[in-house]
């Protein structure tokens, strides 16, 4: 008797749970859907504020488009994947007139005040392909100058696209930011710009 | 016949060479991966069939080598962080943990109470994902096609959570030497607080779905036993282990960071088959919930910050010496050791993967299924090749 | 003379009008399918091509007319090659006998019943060709699959067939509709519903579709009989599949729910049978994106264990019922 239950009456019973099944299947597929419809729907900006995209240098408050980077070259040293190239800038190069009055005073014992090379980046960049997100930079960035962009649509199709120059993408978002006449979609248009 | 078929190239690579050697009389040799759809990734078996019986299988391994022991050997201590990410798709919180951990032991450092909770919190919640993952990917190789989806819904609201503090969504890599990348977040509290009832909900729903599926059963239950003496035999831990019948968890046995202040229980069960590893993990999950719950509460009155003051920078020196730390993972025990001579690189860094011991014990326990049962007892391990091919 | 010619007339057009027909069915339940998966699995499903996608099955057509058609090496290429259209030629000719409406039926045999279930047959050979011809071992094992399964489905279907004959008398599809006239209530379903229920899960099994899709079991074989067919070839045995469905969901409905008679008199016509078929179809859909797959031998057991003895149990219940 047991094993007619075990094998027969069992079985039917637990038939029910295909019924069971199908009841959830079928609620929901008349529940609305919940996937983000892209194009025509975009993920939502706050999800989006805490996308962790390529990095990206942030701008000085009073001039957007120069970065707040002091080239300490922290980030390059501490970058597991070697993926940051940053060039100190060079002082500008001394006129023949001034590099006389230099010298002449230098001579005479003075103690010569030489225009210090600027602490701006000359150039920043960036491989992508090569950077695993992991954040090193940023936490070692003296001068918090850099950080993750929300850039969730970043597409490139060459290899060499994959190299940033920062600096550059500095510029046009300060340049997009001071203009917003020119960009009224920005949140739509921003899949389609060219970045970099 | 063709010449073709004579040819050097028809006998099959070394492995399989190797194993046509001990085939028997009216059997085939089946090559299943490294491109197959439910080895999720790169795992390659050979399988000796006898008709659509599994007489002999062999795991080959390798495809997915990726030298991460011995980048740690060219990394500096910092810079090998990233590495712990890219090992455990699944699950790498635990492993960024273990890494860290070991490195902290090494350098003696004292984590901050508030850091060892966050820690807790995030690993836990990846548990979840990792879970979910395997959940959905488990069903997905039974036949059943919706699950996965299901899952992928709850799945993606939890990366949306760990996005937050972490910047990732996949390969984590913000544990640091001395705590966390980052703090948390109000609203990241705040979304896992509302997470975990929604989860809660829709648990029986996966229930009733997938776990009483008349056909999902018989799937499942009394395929694949994994019992003690196999787990011993081959190092298998996490839930296979805890599936034979053994309450043997990291998180309970050798007491880690704070967990030895939260209370959960340890789900085991007895059958040993695929359908008792495939209920520990459902029944981890409630588990899990639970530890997210307390850390949340302990949150506000936990001491220090998110990272201990004066962290080591990535190019630190930890003092000559050797230390080894394991955690729970999602796939079981999860142990880093590694080595320092004092420089700026590790002088060794070996990880321990319990995805490799355990799919050690496949082939034992594949021995005379059916080729569907061995497809579910690959599953029920909750294989993750890059961990096993590190 | 012309009435034969006239005879020949009606097969050929039947033929061709059941060509078009396949051809719609397949694209429009290769759409359906793909829409009702997706709105299950809470995602919109083909939406690029055409409104809401439609278009999306033309065109995945067109692509697979456009692919290269590759013979494997050491394949046995006619019998290879055969094997598709040996899956789907049969299904234009179980069209013919199925009554669409009064005067919808290709070709109004008395045995159509029979021809359905004999040619229906076909496709276990044809995946049994294609399988063994392509040299692959997923191949070899997904046609060893497909015909045990194919075999076995078909006793317990013919055994249900043959209690609705038992009561109808006849193996004429369009006598057997026109005995379910009046209301819901002269339905076969109702006289037999054990039969219904076994014919149903049969039909699954005879048109290898999840849960009983164990020929080509994706998480298993990679793909089983039909590994190694690109193109059209695969093309072909898509088509085929769909055929199939719409053909036993077809048979289904005129067995058992009355075929193009409504619910209650004065409304038939045949978007009854539409309507009834294509209830049927939603279903093995919906079953499909539902449950997991059964194991081999838990497939097989389902049917000589369950489904058989049933079906003879009801085969013998319907004869004695009719005796006394
Ligand atoms: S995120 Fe990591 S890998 Fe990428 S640039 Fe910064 S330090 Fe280098
Ligand atoms: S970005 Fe920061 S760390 Fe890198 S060079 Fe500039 S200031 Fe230094």
């Known amino acids: ?196 | 016949m063709s010449a073709y078929q004579n040819s050097e190239q028809m006998k099959g690579d070394f492995y399989t060479q190797k194993f046509e050697a001990g085939k028997r009389d009216g059997t085939l040799i089946l090559n299943m991966g490294p491109q197959h759809p439910s080895t999720h990734g790169v795992l390659r078996i050979v399988v000796e069939l006898d008709g659509e019986y599994v007489v002999r299988a062999e795991p080959v391994l390798g495809y997915l080598h990726r030298m991460h022991e011995k980048m740690g050997e060219t990394q500096t201590w910092g810079g090998f962080i990233p590495n712990m990410g890219r090992v455990d798709y699944g699950h790498p919180m635990a492993w960024n943990w273990a890494y860290c951990g070991a490195v902290e032991k090494l350098m003696g450092i004292e984590v901050p109470e508030r850091a060892e909770l966050l820690r807790v919190i995030m690993t836990e919640l990846n548990r979840l994902t990792s879970h979910l993952l395997w959940w959905g990917a488990y069903i997905l190789d039974l036949g059943a096609f919706t699950p996965i989806m299901y899952a992928f819904d709850d799945r993606e609201m939890l990366l949306d959570i760990l996005q937050r503090p972490t910047a990732s969504r996949l390969t984590y890599s913000n544990f640091r030497v001395g705590g966390l990348q980052m703090d948390v977040d109000d609203k990241c509290i705040e979304m896992i607080k509302a997470f975990i009832p929604h989860f809660r909900k829709r648990l029986p729903m996966y229930k009733d779905l997938v776990t009483d599926n008349l056909i999902l059963r018989r799937r499942i239950e009394d395929i694949g036993i994994i019992d003690q003496d196999m787990c011993r035999r081959y190092g298998c831990t996490g839930p296979v282990l805890r599936g034979a019948g053994v309450a043997y968890d990291v998180r309970r046995a050798e007491p880690y960071s704070v967990y030895d202040r939260f209370d959960f229980e340890i789900p085991t069960q007895t059958s040993a088959c695929s359908a008792g590893r495939y209920l520990v993990r459902v029944a981890e999950m409630e588990q899990s919930m639970r530890i997210i719950e307390q850390a949340i509460e302990m949150l506000p009155s936990a001491q220090g910050g998110y990272i201990v003051d004066k962290a080591p920078k990535p190019a630190m020196k930890p003092p000559v010496g050797e230390a080894y730390f394991c955690v729970e993972g999602g796939r079981g025990k999860v142990g880093v050791y590694v080595v320092s001579d004092g420089s700026k690189t590790p002088y060794r860094v070996k990880l321990r993967a319990p995805g490799f011991s355990n799919l050690s014990a496949f082939a034992e326990a594949a021995t005379g299924t059916l080729i569907a049962d061995a497809v579910a007892i690959l599953g029920s391990l909750d294989l993750i090749i890059p961990e096993i091919d590190r | ?324």
């Open chain 3, 1 to 324: 003379m012309s009435a034969f010619v006239q005879q020949l007339l009606v097969l050929i057009v039947a033929a061709v009008a059941a060509m078009i027909w396949l051809g719609i069915n397949a694209l429009v339940w290769v759409y359906c399918e793909r829409k009702f998966a997706g709105h299950i699995q809470r995602r919109p499903g083909p939406f690029e091509v055409g409104p809401h996608g439609a278009l999306q099955p033309l065109i995945d057509g067109l692509k697979l007319m456009g692919k290269q058609l590759l013979t494997p090496d050491n394949a046995d290429a006619i019998l290879y090659w055969l094997a598709p259209i040996l899956s789907m030629l049969p299904v234009l000719l179980l069209f013919l006998p199925i009554p669409y409406g009064p005067v919808l039926t290709g070709m109004d045999v008395n045995l159509g019943l029979l021809l359905i279930l004999a040619f229906s047959s076909f496709n276990g050979l044809a995946v049994l060709l294609a399988g063994w011809s392509s040299n692959n071992k997923w191949g070899l094992l997904g046609a060893a699959r497909a015909v045990s399964q194919t075999v076995a489905y078909e006793i317990p279907l013919l055994l249900v067939v043959l209690a609705v004959t038992f009561m109808t008398g006849t193996l004429s599809l369009t006598e057997i509709t026109n005995m379910q006239a009046g209301h819901i209530g002269n339905w076969f379903i109702w006289k037999q519903p054990l039969a219904f229920l076994i014919f149903l899960v049969a039909m699954f099994g005879e048109t290898n579709r999840a849960p009983f899709d164990l020929a080509e079991a994706e998480s298993e074989l990679t793909a089983g009989f039909h590994t190694e067919y690109s193109s059209m070839g695969f093309g072909l045995f898509f088509m085929a599949e769909y055929g199939y469905m719409v053909v036993m969901c077809s048979v289904c409905s005129v067995l058992f729910l009355g075929g193009y008679h409504g619910p209650f008199p004065g409304v038939d016509g045949w978007w009854w049978m539409l309507l009834k078929t294509f209830a049927l179809l939603s279903f093995m859909v919906w079953v499909r994106w539902t449950y997991p797959r059964v194991r081999f031998d838990q497939l097989l057991n389902i049917n000589w264990k369950w489904l058989l003895p049933l079906a003879t149990f009801n085969l013998l219940a319907t004869a004695l019922i009719l005796k006394l």
């Open chain 1, 1 to 196: 008797m047991n094993t007619f239950r075990k094998h027969v009456i069992q079985p039917i019973i637990d038939c029910w749970s295909l019924i069971v099944g199908l009841k959830i299947t079928g609620k929901y597929f008349c529940k609305p859907l919940i996937t983000v419809h892209y194009p025509r729907e975009v993920i939502d900006s706050e999800n989006l504020s805490t996308y962790g995209g390529h990095v990206e240098l942030i701008g000085k408050p009073k001039d957007p488009a120069t970065p707040k980077c002091i080239s300490c070259m922290m980030c390059v040293t501490n970058c597991p994947s070697g993926c940051l190239t940053v060039v100190k800038s060079k002082a500008p190069k001394p006129t023949a007139d001034q590099e006389a009055a230099w010298k002449a005073a230098e001579e005479a014992g003075e103690k010569v005040e030489k225009p210090k090379a600027p602490k701006n980046p000359a150039k920043f960049i960036y491989d992508y392909t090569k950077c695993s997100l992991c954040g090193t930079c940023i936490e070692n960035c003296p001068a918090k100058s850099l950080r993750f962009s929300n850039n969730i649509y970043w597409v490139a199709t060459s290899r060499a696209e994959m190299k940033i120059d920062l600096l550059a993408r500095l510029k046009g978002q300060a340049a997009e930011v001071s203009a917003p006449a020119h960009a009224p979609k920005s949140e739509a248009s921003a899949p389609a710009e060219k970045e970099a």
